[in-house]
């Protein structure tokens, strides 16, 4: 689907209020109501818009740890890289995973409860996940620019 100018209005105030009513995001829009809604539909039924979400702020919910992770394989086997994205993907502590070029083959984004939680994901998930040659764990000491809105 290309977007057109609408199409990127309507995510624009979407991504600020995800529960903005059709009516608010058509006046805002400079739509018609149908319009509007006939857009919205067609963002999500063609994938621009995946989901609705609620945006947490993690330290107000205990999740004191905040670190980037850097995960060098042993090897660039398929399987090694297949069987190490199975075992992350399911992991609440992970909120982010890119595979990179450079140092590293994966960089983690992860969140815990505190320095503890942290050890025993390492200890008793991380460290024994096979292939894994090397982690390397940068604790986030602030966050300057953190965002969940895409450029449109």
């Not at 670190?67 to 992970?94: M, N, S, Y």
């Not at 590293?104 to 008793?124: G, I, M, P, S, T």
């Not at 390397?136 to 450029?151: A, C, D, F, G, Y």
Request: proline share 3%.
């Amino acid at each position: 689907m290309e977007l057109e100018a609408a199409d990127r209005r309507i995510l624009k105030f979407l991504q600020q209020d995800g529960r903005m009513s059709n009516q608010n995001l058509a006046e805002a829009t400079a739509m018609s109501t149908s319009a509007c809604w006939r857009r919205v539909r067609a963002l999500e039924a063609s994938g621009a818009i995946r989901q609705y979400s609620a945006i947490v702020e993690p330290e107000t919910c205990g999740l004191e740890f905040h670190a980037i992770l850097h995960i060098v394989l042993i090897r660039h086997e398929a399987d090694a890289q297949t069987g190490f994205v199975k075992a992350i993907t399911g992991r609440p502590e992970v909120l982010d995973c890119f595979s990179t070029t450079g140092d590293a083959d994966y960089h983690l984004r992860v969140r815990c409860l505190n320095k503890d939680a942290y050890n025993l994901f390492l200890e008793e998930f991380l460290f024994r996940i096979p292939g894994i040659s090397n982690v390397r764990t940068n604790l986030i000491l602030r966050e300057i620019k953190h965002s969940h809105v895409i450029p449109v």
